[in-house]
């Protein structure tokens, strides 16, 4: 008989370091690749893994969030799936999510609705494909209270992860840091480190036991990797999934193993470049393991004009259904649905999301302009960077971020 699995979606993340793009929304919301949610990446990992019965645990500003999920994820419900949001209850007290494991612990009449024998506990907004099948069947197999999944980085990078280490065994977790500069390497790699994706599968009865004992400690701070993992690790009940041992399918030589934590403006920013390569370092063309999302009726693009340099045309970039590309020049972009650029405007290394539009000769460069920004004729994006900090929002690496709805004044 199949084990019963349930699994809950930790979204409630406030995404400080995505502002503005956070501004209106909730981290997992913010659109990605055109035509998706963050959230859609971890959602469609386990419907195309056949877990069809999925909690998603919400809290900051999560309107729009909500609304996603209740339009796109609608699952049969003749076999009890669902994926539904669940917000926070007060269910133990007049207060909110505290962490990460106090969600868990505020929601644990789902657990007890289910009565599941494994829950899956993933994040809401990393940029991967994963079948989650093989780590829970490796969790079956090992016997242990809970399983890490863990992805292979440089020891020189361990200062900026949760850092996994295991024992001889290369298997069981020995201890779990958060970003230390003086970890160990791996037993078959000294030059790596496993970093934690934030992907754990759970016993039930452990996990259980252990939010419990957690939610118990006022001192703690309620966190699944900062205090539950760690309490685990302790009971020598924790192990390591390697993520390079999961197979895909449909996966490419160039992509397998890919994961991204789009934690920062820079880091959504080379995720959505990772997309338009010839040979994407993340391919959003596997038709194999599908990315799912809500897909409006929209028409197709359409690129208009052919007289003299005013050419409608795309070059390296992804176009959405319902993008007008009017006598003007994209390159090296994201456009996403019901974005407008005009004739003789010139758009190099932008997202630019649902709704934007790009007056006549106007310049937009390496910027993400969030949904309904318009650009008035001949202004200037990503141009002069002195002038954009002035008014606008730019990354570390230099990337120029609009907000939602926001007029950009010439």
Request: charged content about 25%; aromatic content about 10%.
């Amino acid at each position: 008989m199949a084990a019963k699995v349930l699994a809950i979606v930790l979204a409630g993340g406030e995404g400080k370091r995505l502002m503005p793009l956070t501004t209106d929304r909730a981290k997992p919301a913010v659109p990605f690749g055109g035509m998706y949610r963050m959230v859609d990446f971890v959602l469609s990992n386990l419907a195309n893994a056949g877990y069809l019965k999925i909690v998603v645990l919400t809290q900051y500003k999560s309107h729009s969030l909500d609304r996603h999920i209740t339009q796109t994820w609608r699952m049969s419900t003749m076999l009890g799936n669902y994926v539904t949001p669940v917000p926070a209850q007060q269910r133990r007290g007049p207060w909110w999510f505290a962490g990460s494991a106090d969600a868990i612990y505020q929601s644990f009449n789902l657990i007890n609705d289910e009565q599941p024998d494994y829950v899956i506990v993933f994040g809401a907004d990393h940029i991967y494909r994963m079948d989650p099948r093989q780590m829970v069947e490796d969790h079956i197999a090992s016997g242990a209270g809970v399983t890490v999944a863990g992805i292979r980085q440089p020891l020189s990078m361990a200062d900026q992860f949760g850092v996994i280490e295991v024992g001889e065994d290369g298997r069981r977790i020995r201890a779990f840091r958060e970003k230390p500069t003086d970890a160990v390497g791996l037993p078959d790699a000294p030059d790596q480190i496993y970093a934690s994706m934030g992907n754990y599968v759970f016993s039930t009865g452990a996990l259980c036991e252990a939010v419990e004992r957690d939610a118990e400690d006022k001192t703690s701070k309620h966190d699944m990797g900062g205090s539950i993992i760690p309490m685990l690790v302790e009971r020598g009940e924790a192990n390591v999934y390697d993520f390079k041992d999961n197979e895909v399918p449909g996966s490419t030589d160039r992509d397998r193993g890919y994961w991204r934590d789009v934690g920062t403006l820079d880091s959504f920013y080379d995720a959505h470049m990772d997309l338009i390569n010839v040979h994407p370092v993340f391919n959003l063309y596997n038709f194999d393991w599908p990315i799912y999302s809500n897909q409006p009726p929209y028409p197709p693009a359409k690129f208009v004009h052919q007289w003299g340099e005013r050419v409608g045309r795309a070059v390296g970039s992804m176009v959405s259904p319902g993008a007008v590309i009017s006598g003007s020049l994209v390159e090296n972009s994201i456009v996403s649905p019901k974005v407008k650029v005009h004739s003789w405007a010139h758009v190099d290394g932008a997202v630019l999301m649902e709704g934007v539009e790009i007056g006549r000769h106007a310049v937009v460069r390496r910027a993400i302009l969030d949904k309904n920004v318009f650009v008035p004729e001949g202004c200037e994006i990503g141009v002069d960077l002195e002038k954009d900090r002035q008014r606008y929002t730019v990354s570390d690496n230099g990337i120029v971020v609009i907000g939602k709805g926001q007029r950009v004044e010439p």
